[in-house]
Structure formats: C-alpha cells, structure tokens
C-alpha cells in the first residue's frame, strides 16, 4: 500500500484581460494497494481553487459595454472537487481488465452571470488479451457526461434566464496486432469510433422553444505494418482513413443574411473524409 498527497499553486498574469492575476492551488491525496498478486486498486482525491489577486474589472473600451455581473469561465473563481478510482485485474496471465471512474464538480461561487456549476462524469473499461505469444488484441469503451448550468441576463441587470447543458460522448475502439506474421515483419490494425450529443435546455420567462441537438460522429481505421530489416533498422508503414461529420444549429440555419445587423460568413458545421499514410525508417544505434 502506497500513500501519497500533494500540493501546487500556480499564478497566472495577463494582458488586456478582466482580471490581471489570479492564483490556483491544487491539493490532493491518493492511496494505491496491491489487494492481490492479480488486484490493484487506486483512489485519489483533491480540490482546485482558483482566486482573483487582482479585482475583477469589466473592461472600458469594450463597446457596448460588459454586464459588471459577468464572470468569464476561465477567470472567475472557481472550487474544483474530483475524484478518480480505478481497478486493474489479471483474471488469466493472457488477459488483463482495468475500470476506471472519475467525477469533477466545478462550482463558481462568485459568478453570478455566465458558467455556474458543472459536473464531468466518466467510466471506463478496457480489456486486453494475448492469447497466443505473437498476437495481442484489445478493446475498449468510454462514456463521458458533463453538465454545466449557465445564468444570464437580457436586460443588462440581474440574472432573468438559466441555460442546463448536457454533453455526452462515446467513445470505443478495437484493435489487434500480429508479430512475427512473416521473418521480421509485424502487422496490426486499429479501430475507433466516436458519438457526441449536447441538448440545451432554457428558462426563460418567453417558455423559449427548445434548441435542436448538437452532434458529432467520427470514425477512424488504420492499418500499420513494421518490418525489421536488420537488427539497428526497422521500416515502418500505416494507413488510414477518418470521417467527420457534425451538426451545429448555431452555424448551420445562419446564412450572412439570416441576422439583420450581423454579416455572417455563412459556415457550415465541419464534414470531411481523409485518406492518409505514412512511411517512416527507424535505426537504433545501441
């Protein structure tokens, strides 16, 4: 059993900015145990903060002018909790599971317009198998969630609307490698794929009609092969192919016409397919 704990704090200066400094400190503990020859586990905990050593100050040359309840995410102070655990277990010498869980909370204190709160949960699972000597294959999966609730005001006063937002991705990928498939040569292949979803919800004294959902999806495969050509020189080949596709209702139903005193550039939410590969040569000198 390991014990450990920590402590940093960092301070930032800008330019140009609401605030000119602002101090983090970061403390945290953790506690690692090997339970079993096959069982490890770990648990760690801390807390961020984040304070202002300059005052915060809206900006004068903004125009039109700043609402002076206004906190920007990056720069208004901010408690942080978070915690990680994690599992790592050998049920066979061929095959290794590993769990993995973490949870943060942010909550702006002293924000009384802008970000307020949010929470990021994640769990993860990754397996991993060598069933034979000269071939290893693997998987994994990942959900992500994050919840973030926002304050703002129309009429340049006190807070009179609220925005919830709820972002979840998921990620999985697979993957399987062969060694020695001929003399020298090695050859793998690697699979991915990913899925986000936002949904907006609003407060608003208007009961304001519901945004449509964001989403992305990406996908990616990649082929790789290296081949010892002699004991200092390997060569190495891969490739690959990735597809994109994304759906943003803030750029995509705004023509440049669309607003009556905005000239919008008429963007679209990014798609694009890629093919691409890659040649490299290794040479060990010792």
């Not at 060694?179 to 990913?194: H, I, M, P, Q, T």
Request: overall charge negative.
């Amino acid at each position: 059993t390991t014990v450990s704990a920590g402590l940093s704090r960092e301070t930032m200066e800008r330019s140009f900015q609401e605030t000119e400094k602002t101090s983090t400190t970061d403390y945290w503990g953790e506690v690692r145990a090997a339970l079993t020859q096959t069982l490890d586990v770990r648990l760690k905990g801390g807390q961020e903060r984040r304070r202002f050593v300059e005052h915060y100050r809206p900006l004068d040359d903004l125009v039109p002018g700043e609402n002076p309840l206004l906190r920007r995410y990056h720069l208004g102070e901010r408690d942080r909790d978070q915690v990680r655990a994690s599992v790592n277990y050998l049920p066979r010498d061929w095959m290794t599971l590993s769990v993995s869980l973490d949870y943060a909370k942010d909550d702006y204190f002293n924000t009384r317009i802008g970000l307020t709160e949010a929470r990021d949960r994640s769990h993860s699972l990754d397996v991993s198998v060598r069933p034979t000597e000269n071939l290893s294959l693997y998987a994994f999966a990942t959900r992500q969630r994050i919840d973030s609730d926002q304050a703002g005001s129309d009429n340049f006063s006190t807070p009179d609307w609220t925005g919830h937002q709820r972002d979840q991705l998921d990620t999985f990928g697979v993957g399987i490698e062969r060694e020695a498939l001929l003399n020298g040569l090695d050859v793998g292949l690697d699979y991915g794929y990913s899925y986000g979803r936002g949904v907006i919800e609003m407060e608003t004294r208007a009961n304001a009609a519901p945004f449509p959902d964001l989403k992305t999806h990406l996908s990616r495969l990649e082929l790789f092969a290296r081949y010892q050509w002699s004991e200092p020189l390997s060569l190495g080949l891969s490739y690959g192919v990735e597809r994109y596709r994304s759906a943003d209702f803030f750029i995509d139903t705004v023509a440049p016409d669309t607003v009556a005193n905005l000239l919008a550039s008429g963007q679209q939410s990014p798609r694009y397919s890629v093919q691409f590969g890659q040649v490299s040569l290794t040479y060990q000198f010792w």
